[in-house]
């Protein structure tokens, strides 16, 4: 992504001449640039842990109809939990609490894996619940 945005200003500036077109260029690549890295690794590292799909013929565990999911304070997205009502969550460990560190998570994929507390399918190794535990030797 950051190529095409970089192409479009070389094209901009041959239509702009001289210096002004060239610093308007390089400040929007200024600008832009870190807000694009951003994102991209966002989708990298975010959510699932890597965007893999989950393996075939697994189901995610859905946290809104799973009672035990729900009961677990599952999240998808460990990045989203409400550390109001999930404490254990918060502050620097909690930043280091994801599904693919926990004790109970065994990788299906790079994205996707079972848990033995919540056995309807698949979780996301960037998920969280309340029962994390870090792995043995962790």
């Not at 694009?36 to 809104?64: D, F, R, S, W, Y």
């Not at 056995?119 to 998920?127: F, Q």
Request: hydrophobic share 40%; proline share 5%; net charge positive.
């Amino acid at each position: 992504m950051l190529q095409k945005l970089l192409n479009a200003l070389r094209a901009q500036s041959k239509t702009t001449s001289g210096r002004r077109g060239f610093l308007k260029g390089m400040l929007a690549v200024l600008v832009l640039a870190p807000a694009i890295a951003a994102l991209e690794a966002c989708n990298q590292e975010g959510g699932n842990g890597g965007g893999e799909e989950p393996p075939a013929g697994m189901t995610p565990v859905n946290a809104e109809t799973d009672a035990t999911a729900k009961a677990l304070g599952y999240h998808m997205d460990a990045t989203k939990v409400d550390t109001a009502q999930w404490p254990k969550r918060a502050g620097a460990e909690g930043a280091k609490q994801f599904c693919k560190a926990c004790n109970f998570f065994t990788a299906a994929n790079g994205s996707w894996g079972k848990c033995t507390l919540i056995p309807s399918g698949v979780v996301n190794a960037g998920g969280w619940c309340n029962s994390w535990s870090p792995k043995a030797g962790a």
